[in-house]
């Protein structure tokens, strides 16, 4: 994450199979990976990585944060960082 976007904003993953998704905030503000409905269909085996309502992981600038996952089932969801969507911060997953 920089200010203010992902890169990339386009993840695509295969469901059933193991992932370890490296987060990097590479800018001088806290940038938020915010998806809800991603994280509602996912198996995170690392939830202390999440923040309480479980829908984000937050960085601060020059944080590093490690999300392990299996997403059981295709899907698509919105991305967006919580800050930041009104400045085009947003992006997209897709679990084929
Ligand atoms: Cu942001």
Redesign the pocket.
């Known amino acids: ?1 920089v200010e ?1 976007r992902f890169i990339p904003n386009q993840f695509l993953f295969r469901h059933g199979v193991p992932y370890r998704l490296h987060l990097e905030n590479n800018g001088s ?1 806290m ?2 990976f915010t998806a809800p409905e991603f994280f509602k269909a996912i198996v995170v085996k690392n939830p202390e990585v999440l923040e309480r309502e479980q829908n984000e992981v937050l960085l601060h600038p020059n944080e590093r944060k490690d999300l392990y996952f299996v997403a059981p089932k295709p899907g698509h969801y919105a991305l967006i ?1 919580a ?2 969507d009104w400045d085009g ?1 947003q992006g997209d997953i897709t679990v084929e």
């Open positions: 994450m203010d503000e940038h938020e960082c800050d930041h911060m």
